[in-house]
């Protein structure tokens, strides 16, 4: 496609549900990046793809959070046993460039709710 | 502390009336400075990068300047177009970008 797809936009999900956000890159784009947002803050990082090998998840803030990119293009994040503090958008990007760079593209978000 | 701090938080201008938006810094070994443009409910879009101090760089009414401890966005005759969240993000070596919260530009006719 033209650009980062993300889907679904809005998930609504009781506490303790399980969520999967789904993330279609640029085709082509090598690397791949899953950022947290608050309402008022800035993206914070979650974890980095390069191709489907997962470099740097440092940013998970917890075994409940899970990504995976298995053929090195759509990527899933999976959230387990949702929180409240869970709500927040769910970013994705993607750049052609290899490695840690900053020029990124970034997807529309999903924004997920945890009641 | 914060790593990255921009200000200020929330920006009003009228049409025309230029400014400028601070973005300060407390990382070292920079590998890169860079600005995005939030628009409510979409993601970040890129605007510049920067990599060193003196370095400018020039996109239609925007002009992205850095020094070794913070960056400016100056806004010249700024258009109701402009509105956005401005965001300021660092990158050093080895680690994913650090974003700022981020400053609210309105413009009003």
């Known amino acids: 496609g033209a650009g980062v797809s993300q889907s679904p936009r809005y998930k609504v999900a009781k506490r303790g549900q399980d969520v999967a956000l789904r993330c279609d890159p640029i085709s082509g784009h090598v690397s791949l990046f899953w950022y947290q947002q608050a309402l008022g803050q800035g993206p914070e990082f979650l974890t980095y793809f390069q191709n489907e090998a997962q470099l740097d998840k440092s940013g998970l803030p917890s075994d409940r959070f899970f990504a995976e990119r298995p053929e090195g293009s759509v990527s899933t994040l999976k959230i387990q046993r949702t929180q409240q503090e869970d709500s927040a958008v769910y970013l994705c990007a993607s750049s052609f460039q290899a490695g840690n760079t900053g020029e990124l593209f970034f997807g529309e978000g999903s924004r997920l709710t945890v009641l | 502390e914060d790593q990255v701090t921009q200000s200020p938080e929330a920006l009003r201008l009228q049409e025309g009336e230029s400014s400028s938006l601070n973005c300060s810094y407390t990382v070292s070994g920079l590998r890169g400075l860079f600005w995005y443009r939030q628009d409510p409910g979409k993601g970040p879009e890129f605007l510049f990068t920067?990599?060193?101090a003196g370095e400018e760089k020039e996109k239609e009414r925007l002009k992205a300047t850095l020094t070794k401890k913070e960056s400016f966005l100056h806004i010249t005759a700024p258009k109701p177009e402009d509105s956005a969240t401005y965001l300021c993000?660092?990158?050093?070596?080895?680690?994913?970008?650090?974003f700022g919260k981020g400053t609210t530009l309105s413009v009003s006719s």
């Open positions: 920067l990599y060193s």
């Open positions: 993000a660092v990158r050093e070596a080895g680690t994913a970008l650090i």
